[in-house]
């Protein structure tokens, strides 16, 4: 078991979209780091989970791993979670991160300003469920580090998702069937 807050690879993977493997890679390759244990097994942070949930979101939106490696050299390594709270967003297939109220390119030559156009907001996406819930809409699933030790729970709740879809009366917990669907939907993952 994990301490509170804290994710094996496989946990991190489902948590953003890929597999554990996936993960493990990206750390190796430095776009994530483990920053709880790098040793085996690896464990990763919170943060290091919202930092996969950006490299997944920037691979969707067209950008190669060898310029996430750049973002993340630039913006100082994987250490201290470059892409997730840098304020990121993708303009037009390019990557630019937030400089006061304007967007910088990251990765162009020159510093060119871009204009505003949806920032990448990998830590929400995380709090709300991670992947599988933002790839099936799902609404009634949180994570949250300091609720439950960081194990996915049914929103407002103390009640883990893998423990709401055994539960013998879920009626006597106040649920409704349509949340424990949520939560079946959610493990089987995106």
Same mark, same amino acid.
């Given at each position: 078991?994990?301490?509170?807050?804290?994710?094996?690879?496989?946990?991190?993977?489902?948590?953003?979209?890929?597999?554990?493997?996936?993960?493990?890679?990206?750390?190796?390759w430095?776009h994530?780091?483990?920053?709880?244990?790098?040793?085996?097994?690896?464990?990763?942070?919170?943060? *290091?989970?919202?930092?996969?949930?950006?490299?997944?979101?920037?691979?969707?939106?067209?950008?190669?791993?060898?310029?996430?490696?750049?973002?993340?050299?630039?913006?100082?390594?994987?250490?201290?979670?470059?892409?997730?709270?840098?304020?990121?967003?993708?303009?037009h =297939?390019?990557?630019?991160?937030?400089? =006061?109220?304007?967007l910088?390119? #990251? #990765?162009?030559?020159?510093?060119e300003?871009?204009?505003?156009?949806?920032?990448?907001?990998?830590?929400?996406?995380? =709090?709300?469920?991670?992947?599988?819930?933002?790839? #099936?809409?799902?609404?009634?699933?949180?994570?949250?580090?300091?609720?439950?030790?960081?194990?996915?729970?049914?929103?407002?709740?103390?009640?883990?998702?893998?423990?709401?879809?055994? #539960? *013998?009366?879920?009626?006597?917990?106040?649920?409704?069937?349509?949340?424990?669907?949520e939560?079946?939907?959610?493990?089987?993952?995106?």
């Amino acid at each position: 078991m994990t301490p509170p807050g804290r994710y094996f690879a496989h946990e991190a993977g489902h948590l953003a979209g890929v597999g554990g493997d996936r993960v493990g890679q990206w750390a190796r390759w430095g776009h994530i780091q483990a920053s709880v244990s790098a040793s085996e097994p690896h464990v990763y942070a919170f943060d *290091d989970v919202a930092e996969a949930i950006a490299v997944h979101e920037l691979l969707d939106c067209g950008l190669t791993l060898k310029a996430i490696r750049r973002a993340v050299a630039r913006l100082g390594g994987p250490s201290g979670w470059p892409l997730a709270r840098s304020g990121l967003h993708v303009v037009h =297939g390019r990557l630019a991160v937030e400089r =006061g109220d304007e967007l910088v390119d #990251l #990765l162009g030559g020159a510093q060119e300003i871009l204009p505003f156009n949806g920032r990448l907001d990998p830590v929400a996406t995380l =709090g709300q469920g991670g992947w599988p819930s933002r790839a #099936l809409r799902l609404r009634s699933i949180e994570v949250d580090p300091e609720r439950l030790g960081g194990r996915p729970v049914l929103r407002g709740r103390r009640i883990a998702v893998s423990d709401a879809v055994t #539960l *013998d009366d879920p009626d006597g917990h106040g649920l409704d069937p349509g949340v424990i669907e949520e939560a079946r939907a959610w493990l089987q993952g995106a």
